[in-house]
């Protein structure tokens, strides 16, 4: 029974993924696990405030094992504790990669102005090279905890000594559409 409810999501998001190929959405939940930031509307983060980042990837780049997607300006969206900031700036890239150099998987998005001047990062690396299957999202539709990761740099940046760090408990890759919250709770039950 399980496992037909986790076929049926599968199908139901793979068929979403092709609908959709170049339009695929990151979601990252955790929460604050420290924060050292002087000013901004995030100074008043406590460790253990839930976070969550989501942002929607176009145009992939096909470049071997290391793929290059670009991130929607407006799509961008960062929730720590009750609030909320919107929207980022200067057309970031993401990259993902799969068994890149046969060194490991990941995912990174790195130095990009959010409001106020933060900078926001947000690394997830394998090195054992196993979490992903291919630099293709499209082909990486699912869940994944944050034992999936032996690496991880998730945070807001305002200079070199303030930052707040997040910790991840799940990443979620899937379409758009199908990424919105209340589908979280059945895609963490399906998956995993
Ligand atoms: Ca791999």
């Given at each position: ?34 924060n050292t930031l002087l000013s901004g509307?995030l100074v ?72 106020t001047?933060y ?38 940046e305002e200079c070199?000594y303030a930052r707040l ?28």
């Open positions: 029974m399980i496992y037909r409810r986790k076929l049926v999501l599968y199908t139901i998001l793979m068929l979403a993924a092709a609908m959709v190929r170049a339009d695929m959405c990151i979601v990252a939940v955790g929460t604050v696990g420290s509307p008043g983060a406590q460790p253990g405030d839930p976070a969550e980042t989501r942002f929607n990837v176009s145009n992939p780049n096909p470049l071997g094992e290391y793929w290059s997607y670009s991130v929607e300006e407006s799509s961008f969206r960062l929730q720590v504790g009750d609030v909320t900031l919107y929207g980022c700036e200067a057309s970031p890239l993401l990259f993902v990669m799969n068994d890149f150099g046969q060194t490991g998987d990941g995912l990174f998005l790195t130095d990009v102005t959010i409001e001047g900078l926001f990062h947000e690394h997830f690396y394998d090195s054992s090279a196993s979490v992903f299957t291919s630099p293709d999202l499209t082909l990486c539709v699912g869940s994944y905890p944050a034992e999936d990761f032996d690496s991880s740099y998730w945070c807001v070199w760090v997040l910790d991840l408990e799940i990443l979620y890759i899937g379409p758009p559409g199908v990424l919105h919250s209340s589908s979280w709770a059945a895609l963490k039950a399906s998956f995993r």
